[in-house]
């Protein structure tokens, strides 16, 4: 699903104004790519990660929602981004405090989006708890084996 580039810069004031207040980061650093403060590093990532998985926002389209951005770092940072939703539990907690925000403040115009981020979410928790499932099975085989 695509979204109008309207809809897309409503959401993302939202986001970022959330994201702004999460990582104690101004509102106008995030949307430059020119500072390299952890907080505000997190904040962008976040932001990228959602704008192109949740609002499918193209990487090379990311500039126009995000000043001096290339395409190959917009890339790198969702990358970089979907590794720690796979592993970091503060990562994980702070996604999904994000999106509840998100959802909390949008309005019925948006429903599309929130169902689809829901649906994947729910497809990323599925991927997790498969990946804790085979994890559990090669910890026992290790087990077995040692024994």
Do not use: C, P, Q
Request: aromatic content about 8%; cysteine-free; proline content about 0%.
């Amino acid at each position: 699903m695509t979204y109008h580039s309207k809809n897309v810069d409503n959401i993302k004031n939202l986001a970022v104004s959330i994201l702004s207040e999460m990582f104690n980061a101004k509102e106008h650093l995030i949307l430059d790519m020119k500072s390299r403060k952890h907080n505000i590093i997190h904040a962008k990532r976040f932001l990228i990660y959602y704008l192109h998985k949740a609002l499918h926002v193209k990487h090379l389209h990311m500039n126009k929602y995000i000043k001096n951005i290339d395409h190959s770092t917009s890339v790198y940072h969702v990358k970089k981004f979907s590794e720690l939703l796979e592993f970091d539990k503060d990562t994980i907690r702070d996604y999904t405090i994000f999106v509840n925000h998100l959802e909390n403040n949008t309005n019925v115009e948006n429903i599309d989006l929130l169902i689809s981020e829901l649906k994947y979410l729910r497809m990323k928790s599925e991927i997790l708890l498969d990946k804790f499932e085979k994890i559990e099975l090669d910890a026992e085989k290790l087990r077995k084996h040692n024994i």
